[in-house]
């Protein structure tokens, strides 16, 4: 049975600090994706890891795979309250490319 | 332009009713999914149409009966449905396989109660 798990499940941090998420998945899969979702929205898509090593970032995120591992992380510099929502991995499972499974989930909570 | 549109946003509907979700994107992509989340849970996946060909099934209860009728739209028929149903649904798109790289872009979701 397929696992994608984040850690931790929530998260509270102070402005201006740094911290990094953690998705770990019990599978092969080197398609890896990273979304936002914010209370009662729809989820935003952040970062497609595509490869081994494969490194993204945008603004104050990056996010970063290893396939060996099975270990991406979503890592937060300088954190700053509009970044407060919940974060979701996601590892596409199938060959034909068409099988997404989400992680458990981090709720981040950005505190001024 | 990556909108994905979803109908109705709000759904109230008893345990013998049958309604409809609808969902309709005009990006040109041919790969539609249904998701299921309940409130502080991750999507789950419920379908996949690949080029209007229902491509995956997760052992999703004949209550809910999907329908692609061209490349635009997708359908979640819903009949018989249980309280446990109520959940937000989310129709979702992507331009082809994932496998490529291509993004799944959602839409803002129907929320449904069943009474």
């Known amino acids: 049975e397929l696992k994608v798990e984040q850690n931790p499940l929530f998260l509270s941090m102070q402005e201006g600090k740094n911290y990094t998420i953690y998705c770990n998945y019990s599978?092969?899969?080197?398609?890896l994706y990273w979304y936002r979702q914010d209370p009662g929205k729809s989820l935003e898509s952040l970062f497609v890891?595509?490869?081994?090593?494969a490194v993204k970032q945008e603004g104050r995120l990056m996010a970063s795979l290893d396939t060996k591992a099975r270990l991406s992380t979503l890592h937060i510099t300088a954190a700053v309250h509009d970044l407060s929502a919940t974060y979701f991995c996601?590892?596409?499972?199938?060959?034909?490319?068409?099988?997404?499974?989400f992680g458990t989930g981090t709720s981040l909570t950005v505190i001024p | 332009d990556t909108e994905v549109t979803q109908t109705p946003k709000h759904l109230v509907m008893g345990m013998t009713n049958k309604k409809s979700l609808k969902c309709e994107q005009h990006?040109?992509?041919?790969?539609m999914y249904w998701y299921k989340q309940k409130a502080k849970k991750p999507p789950e996946l419920m379908f996949v149409?690949?080029?209007?060909?229902?491509?995956i099934n997760e052992s999703v209860p004949s209550r809910f009966s999907p329908e692609c009728p061209n490349s635009s739209l997708l359908n979640l028929h819903l009949h018989a449905l249980q309280p446990e149903d109520s959940a937000l649904y989310l129709c979702?798109?992507?331009?082809?396989?994932?496998?490529?790289?291509?993004?799944?872009?959602f839409g803002e979701g129907s929320w449904l109660t069943v009474v």
């Open positions: 979702a798109s992507s331009r082809g396989q994932t496998s490529s790289g291509n993004t799944i872009y």
């Open positions: 599978t092969t899969s080197d398609r």
């Open positions: 890891l595509l490869s081994n090593g």
């Open positions: 996601a590892v596409d499972m199938s060959r034909t490319g068409n099988q997404f499974y």
């Open positions: 990006m040109g992509h041919r790969a």
């Open positions: 149409y690949s080029y209007e060909k229902l491509s």
